[in-house]
């Protein structure tokens, strides 16, 4: 068994085919260069931070964070992913995964953009974005610009 694998002993995991990514994913293009480092990492070390999910209540479990982890571990052919299931709201909340998805790697303007669209399609209005996304008011209206192009 390769070490990685016994520190996650701890975690629960299970097959890649138990998992969905989350469809209100900011994050939906990849830079190829930083995608291969995370790869190369992840074949070298293995899955250090399990993804977190919640349940969708059709027997799979939704990714809240850590898609880019389960892609490289598709690419890789891993048998099991480990996880952790919540159930706190703060991580059920999609506006959690802007910063999640800044501190790692920030997101490209058209992933911001699609966000903020969504968003604004639920009803929020462009200072509630605007504060809960962390950027300036004027920010908005210049991403909805970019997301309503074709």
């Known amino acids: 068994m390769p070490t990685y694998l016994k ?13 969905e990514e989350d469809p209100a994913n900011p994050r939906f293009d990849e830079v190829p260069e930083d995608f291969t480092a995370l790869v190369d990492s992840i074949r070298a070390y293995g899955i250090l931070q399990p993804i977190v999910v919640q349940g969708t209540g059709a027997k799979r479990l939704r990714i809240r964070f850590g898609s880019r982890r389960y892609r490289a571990a598709k690419q890789l052919n891993l048998p099991m992913l480990p996880y952790l299931l919540t159930t706190d709201e703060r991580q059920l909340d999609d506006y959690a995964q802007v910063p999640e998805n800044e501190k790692r790697m920030p997101l490209q303007p058209l992933g911001l953009a699609t966000f903020i669209a969504r968003r604004r399609a639920r009803g929020d209005t462009k200072p509630v974005v605007a504060d809960r996304v962390g950027i300036d008011p004027s920010a908005v209206t210049h991403l909805l610009s970019l997301a309503s192009e074709p």
């Open 7 to 19: 520190r996650q002993e701890r975690c629960p995991s299970l097959p890649l085919s138990n998992f």
